[in-house]
Every structure is written in structure tokens, then in C-alpha cells.
């Protein structure tokens, strides 16, 4: 039945229109003052300051490695909470274990500074 | 109207590829080991695709073990291209070359 | 504790990786409480639980055999401990602890002595437990990337160093795409045959109709995976950079316990899960059993650098070791396993001369660094030789016995010409092997300096020195082993 995607089309063509008629319309109306001061860069109406790809210090890449192990240790967990009642006490036992050795990461990784903003 | 698990593979197939091309080709650390994660992905879509037409759960068991797997090898890697970028301070491959035959 | 999820044998069985993962753990809290000076204290514990973990194993051992069960299987048939996998364990467990016994002094020149060190190799050693026991494709990938993170880190633990920067850089990325395209093939055979079980894996494929492409793709993904994993060629372009920029003590390591756990993991999925392909694969071995030996061989000849000639040497011996599996009957599989022993030990010894070398200011892995060995630490030097004859498989050395079975396999199949290239490629290897026995012996030494042998590289050339003669010598024990541990191919 192609007649029940007459609104679809109709929509298509309104989406294309739509930016090409208002930056058309745009163009005719505005003064055109195309002078160097327009083209630059500016940082809610100052003078930049720098590089806008300025280099990030390397504890963000160090904090997103630590969050990035930690946040995917919940993939595990979501398994044992839907299946909590059928695994009685041995998947709680189980994930006990496991959360103990992610302890042991965590408390290496907090004796050993990692977790300090320097 | 359901989509053939054909389509799934294909997929599947296209993005491994894609992952081995980047790795062969591209020069940025960085982005050879984004392909290798396209690679990893594309293993768990054929995964997630098997398992959902064979109606068994060991291919999801699977997915989350590579998902962990990825995790991992993402904080290694990191840490690794972190070490070589402070004594080096290039991200080519090009540039990393002390040891050749 | 017990219920229908987790049996009293399920604990028996992964006790050992329990003991190493607790150990390990140790290590790392403990390590923080040791001084500067007391470092040494974590190559104890961690010995202790090489210890532990091999009481462990004896005790499943004599369980097994009190029992007469040949096999035991826990966790729903995902995890087996048969002959095969002890085998192997015990060979990591001795790999690993003959590598931490000369790593102490080798942290100490290069200044790195952290106990995460120790911790890792016994996290990877948890790996290769589970590379050797798994029989089921989640296990086993579980396993072998345990076991890589592990070593990558292991690789690039001078972080100072510019090489071995490199080293886990290279390692690390061909690893981990090794690993990808495994990860593939492993999600093929899964799609095929609807379990991750190896055996139910084996028994799908054999129903199903012969010529199927995709069949075919799971079969060369896979094999591409494991192959990289053991360094042939034409997947071995990773090993001697890897080996060459890794500190000396990890480079002994890496090409002998994760080697031998690459081997255990490949012949595991060989032989059960791909045998009914054996037809596909053995032609594609053959040629690549061929190229490693050429290329292996053919590489190490015109290395300056002592570390880069080991890791073609090792390349060559993997093309040697992959003979036996296609060989594929039970002398070559025996063969195999006596071969990773033997170079186990051979190996390490030489790494261990090697470590004794390095010094505050010598590295000590350039090929003029050995020169005039001889003069200056005479034992070390005839204690070199001796691996050196074996690695080149020279009798009474134990080399020998290796390259014996492995060659007697390929007459038993009638794989004539394989056996002569093998043997052509004997000759070649005594070549540059003989080159560095021309360095020790023949030149004069370019620096005075003694060698300082510290207890544990003493310990460790001396067990290395008197298994690699005693297999040699006696080697009745050591095939009854071997034989016990041949992995019966599927069907």
C-alpha cells in the first residue's frame, strides 16, 4: 500500500525544504557584512585565549581507565539481581567473592595514589 | 516483519572487516585500537544474533565476557599508550621503531 | 555452599587457580607494607603460592588416580582436569617458578622491584590454568586473555625504558587483535553448532555436511587466532620485537610459560573441537610449519641482538613442535609435550646466563656482550654450551629427545619430506647457535667485569642445568609422563 507513505514523503520533502527556503530567505533579508572581525573565533564574546584543542592532563585518561573497569564490573551484577531468588546463597556467596577482589583492586589502586588529584 | 539472521552476519562480517582494515592501515595508536574495539563489536553483534536465533542464553554469557574483556584491554592499552606517549611524545606507529631487524 | 550450581569437585577442581588468584592478590596488599629493601619478600610469597598451588594439584592428582578416574570434570562439563591438563599446569607452575627465582636480581639492577610483578605472573598463571582445564570456548577465552593482560603489562614493565615500552606496545596490539579475530571464529563455531561446549562443538561439526564456506571461515579465523598466539609464521611478526624489548627475566618467561599455555590451548582446540576439520587443517599446518622453520631459522642467523635471536630460535622450535601435531598420532602429540619440557628448561637456562650478564650499566643482551664468557666465568659458560647443544638438539642433551620424537612421529605417518626439511634445519640452527659459542669461548673479553651470581640465578641455573641433562640422560620418567598427558583427538 504506497498511499500510507504519502505522509511520509510529504514530510521528506517539508524537511528538505524547510533549511533551504529559511537560509535562502535568510540571505536576501541580512546585511552582508563579511568583515574579518566576523570570522573569528570567539569565547562568549572575548578574544580566545588559546587553542580550542588544547591537551587535557593525563589524570582524565587515568580517571576514565579506572571508571571504565569499575562501571563494566556492573554487567555482572545485573545477571545475579534478575536471577537473585534462583541462585539462593551461592550466587550471593559468589558475588561476594568477586566484590572482595575488586576490593582488593580498589584499595591497591587508593594506597597507591592513583585516586589523587595532583 | 522479523529481519533474517543473514543480515545480522552481514553486519557483523562488514564491521569485522572495517576493524581489520583499521588496524592494517590507519597509523594513530588511538585509532588502531578503536578498530580493534569495532572488531570486538562486531564479534558480540554475531554473537547477540546467534544466540537470539538458536534460543539459548550461552552467546549473551559470551557477550558480557568480551564486553569485560574489551573493558580491560581498554585500561591496559590505555596505560600502555600512556607510558610510550611520555617518553616519546608521538602517537605514530611510524615513529615507534628503535627495534627493527 | 553446596548446591546444584557448585559441587564439592567444582572446588577441588578450580582450588589451584583459587590458591594463585589469592596469592596474587596477597602480593599486592603485602607490597605495600614492605620497605624498599625487603622486596624480595614478595618473590617468597609468591614462591609459597607456587608451592600451595602445587600441593594442590598433587593432591587432585592422587584423588584421580585413588579413584581411577582418568579425567574429572566440574562446572557442567565447561572445566576438565585429565592428564593433559596436569601436565601442562606443572609445566607453567616450574616455568614460572624457575622465572621468579632469577627476576629478583634482575628487578634489582634495573631498580623496578615492585610486587606487582610477582602478582602478575601469577594472575597470568591463573590464565593459563584455565587455558590448559577449560573445555568451553567462554573458559577458554577468559583464560587466554588473563593470561595476555597479564604478560602486555609484564612486557612494558620498565616503564622508563623506551623498548620496553615498545615491546607492550606491539605486544599489546598484535595480541589483542590476534585475540579479536579468535574471538570471531569462536563466535562462527558457536553459530554452527549452537553450544560453547568443545565436545558438543565437536559433535555438531561432525553432523554437519562437509564444504560449507562458513565452516571453512570458522576454521581459519580460529586457526589464525591461535597461531599468532604461538608465534608462527606467518603470524609471528610480534615475537621479536616483543622478546627483544621486554626486560631479560620476561622475555625467559614469556617464551616458555605462555608459550607452553598457547600450545596446551591450541592443541585443546585442535584436537577436540576442529578434529573432525583435520582434513581442512593439516595442509594449511604443513605450510606453516614449513615457513616457521624457514623463517625462524633462516632470521636468527643474521641477529646481532641475543634477546631477537632467541625469539627467532623460539619461532623455529614452535615450527618444530607443530610437526608433532601434524603428525597427529600419539608418538607426535607425545613428542609435543616432551619437546615443551625439555625446552622449558633449556630455555630458561639460557636466559638465566643472560640475566647474569645484565649489570648497571651493560644490558647485556647484545651478542658482544657474551664474549670471552669463558675466561671470565668459566661455569657459566660451559653451563651455556650445554643449552645451547640442547636447544640445537645435540645428544645426551635433553634437546634431543624432543626432536626424536617429533621426527619419529613424521616417518611413522609417512611424512618423509617434512622429516628432512626438519633435519636440514637442525643444521642450520647449530650455525648460529655456534656463533655464540664462538663469542664465549674464542674471544677475548671486552670488559673485565665478573659475573655477579646471586643465589636464586644460581638456584635457577642449577635446576635448569640438571633437568636439561638428566632428561637427557634418563629419559624413561620423563616419555612415561609425556605419555600420560597425550590428548586423545576427538573421535
Not at chain 2, 576493524?19 to 572488531?39: C, D, H, P, Q, Y
Not at chain 3, 578416574?69 to 576438565?80: A, D, H, P, R
Not at chain 3, 602429540?333 to 650499566?361: C, E, Q, S
Request: net charge neutral; proline share 4%; charged share 15%.
Amino acid at each position: 500500500m504506497p498511499g500510507n507513505y504519502i505522509p511520509i514523503l510529504v514530510f521528506l520533502v517539508l524537511a528538505f525544504a524547510f533549511p533551504v527556503v529559511a537560509l535562502s530567505l535568510a540571505a536576501l533579508v541580512r546585511p552582508s557584512a563579511q568583515s574579518g572581525e566576523r570570522l573569528t573565533p570567539y569565547e562568549c564574546g572575548i578574544q580566545p585565549v588559546s587553542d580550542s584543542r588544547g591537551r587535557y592532563t593525563v589524570r582524565f585518561y587515568i580517571i576514565a581507565m579506572l571508571f571504565v573497569i569499575f562501571d563494566v564490573e556492573t554487567v555482572f551484577l545485573y545477571p545475579w539481581a534478575v536471577q537473585y531468588k534462583a541462585l539462593k546463597v551461592f550466587g550471593l556467596v559468589e558475588m561476594l567473592v568477586f566484590l572482595a577482589i575488586l576490593l582488593v583492586g580498589y584499595v591497591w589502586l587508593y594506597k597507591k595514589g592513583a585516586l589523587e588529584w595532583v | 516483519m522479523t529481519v533474517p539472521i543473514s543480515w545480522y552476519l552481514i553486519l557483523s562480517a562488514v564491521l569485522f572487516v572495517m576493524g581489520v582494515a583499521g588496524f592494517l592501515f590507519k597509523r594513530n595508536i588511538i585509532t588502531i585500537f578503536m578498530s580493534i574495539e569495532l572488531m570486538l563489536n562486531a564479534v558480540n553483534l554475531s554473537f547477540v544474533a546467534f544466540s537470539y536465533v538458536l534460543r539459548q542464553l550461552s552467546g549473551q554469557v559470551f557477550v558480557f565476557f568480551v564486553m569485560v574483556v574489551a573493558a580491560a584491554e581498554a585500561a591496559v592499552g590505555l596505560a600502555i599508550i600512556i607510558v610510550v606517549f611520555r617518553n616519546r611524545e608521538s602517537l605514530n606507529v611510524d615513529d615507534i621503531e628503535l627495534m627493527k631487524f | 555452599m553446596f548446591n546444584e550450581f557448585f559441587s564439592r569437585q567444582d572446588l577441588l577442581l578450580i582450588k589451584p587457580a583459587v590458591l594463585l588468584a589469592l596469592f596474587g592478590c596477597g602480593i599486592l596488599l603485602t607490597d605495600l607494607l614492605h620497605e624498599r629493601r625487603h622486596k624480595y619478600l614478595n618473590a617468597v610469597t609468591a614462591l609459597l603460592g607456587l608451592g600451595f598451588t602445587g600441593v594442590q594439584l598433587a593432591l587432585i592428582q592422587r584423588a584421580m588416580s585413588a579413584a581411577g578416574y582418568s579425567e574429572v570434570s566440574g562446572f557442567s562439563g565447561g572445566l576438565v582436569v585429565d592428564g593433559f591438563a596436569l601436565y601442562f599446569t606443572w609445566i607453567f607452575l616450574i616455568a614460572t617458578a624457575i622465572a621468579i627465582l632469577f627476576s629478583v636480581r634482575y628487578l634489582e639492577v634495573e631498580n623496578e622491584h615492585h610486587g606487582e610483578y610477582y602478582a602478575l605472573m601469577l594472575f597470568s598463571l591463573v590464565g593459563m590454568y584455565f587455558l590448559a582445564t577449560a573445555m568451553d570456548l567462554i573458559t577458554l577465552f577468559i583464560g587466554l586473555e588473563t593470561m595476555a593482560l597479564s604478560v602486555y603489562v609484564l612486557a612494558g614493565f620498565l616503564r622508563g625504558d623506551r623498548r620496553s615500552n615498545e615491546a607492550a606496545m606491539k605486544y599489546f596490539l598484535l595480541g589483542a587483535f590476534s585475540s579479536g579475530i579468535l574471538a570471531y571464529g569462536f563466535s562462527l563455531l558457536y553459530g554452527l553448532t549452537g553450544s560453547t561446549n568443545l565436545r558438543a562443538v565437536a559433535d555438531a561439526l561432525v553432523a554437519r555436511p562437509s564444504g560449507d564456506p562458513v565452516v571453512y571461515l570458522a576454521l581459519i579465523t580460529t586457526a589464525t587466532g591461535l597461531l599468532f598466539k604461538v608465534a608462527a609464521v606467518p603470524f609471528h611478526q610480534w615475537a621479536p620485537d616483543a622478546y627483544e624489548g621486554a626486560p631479560t627475566s620476561i622475555t625467559g618467561f614469556m617464551s616458555t610459560a605462555p608459550k607452553a599455555a598457547a600450545f596446551a590451548f591450541l592443541l585443546r582446540v585442535f584436537l577436540v573441537p576442529l578434529a573432525p576439520l583435520r582434513p581442512a587443517w593439516e595442509g594449511l599446518l604443513v605450510v606453516v610449519c614449513v615457513l616457521t622453520m624457514v623463517v625462524g631459522n633462516l632470521a636468527a642467523i643474521s641477529q646481532n641482538n641475543t634477546k631477537r635471536l632467541f625469539a627467532y630460535s623460539s619461532i623455529s622450535h614452535v615450527g618444530y613442535m607443530l610437526l608433532g601435531l601434524v603428525a597427529g598420532n600419539e608418538t607426535g602429540l607425545k613428542g609435543i609435550a616432551v619437546y615443551l619440557l625439555v625446552y622449558v628448561f633449556m630455555n630458561l637456562g639460557i636466559f638465566t646466563v643472560l640475566v647474569a650478564l645484565r649489570r648497571k650499566d651493560i644490558i647485556g643482551d647484545e651478542i658482544e656482550d657474551l664474549s670471552g664468557l669463558f675466561f671470565k666465568n668459566p661455569v657459566s659458560a660451559v653451563f651455556m654450551l650445554i643449552f645451547l647443544l640442547s636447544l640445537a638438539g645435540i645428544p645426551p642433551t635433553a634437546g634431543f629427545l624432543g626432536k626424536y620424537f617429533i621426527f619419529l612421529s613424521l616417518i611413522e605417518t609417512r611424512h618423509y619430506v617434512l622429516a628432512v626439511i626438519a633435519v636440514v634445519f637442525v643444521v642450520v640452527a647449530l650455525y648460529y647457535y655456534f656463533r655464540l659459542v664462538v663469542m664465549m669461548f674464542m674471544r677475548e673479553a671486552t670488559d673485565p667485569e665478573r659475573l655477579n651470581i646471586s643465589p636464586g640465578v644460581a638456584v635457577a641455573l642449577a635446576i635448569t642445568l640438571a633437568m636439561t641433562l638428566v632428561i637427557g640422560i634418563y629419559p624413561e620418567p620423563f616419555i612415561r609422563l609425556a605419555a600420560g598427558s597425550v590428548l586423545v583427538p576427538f573421535r
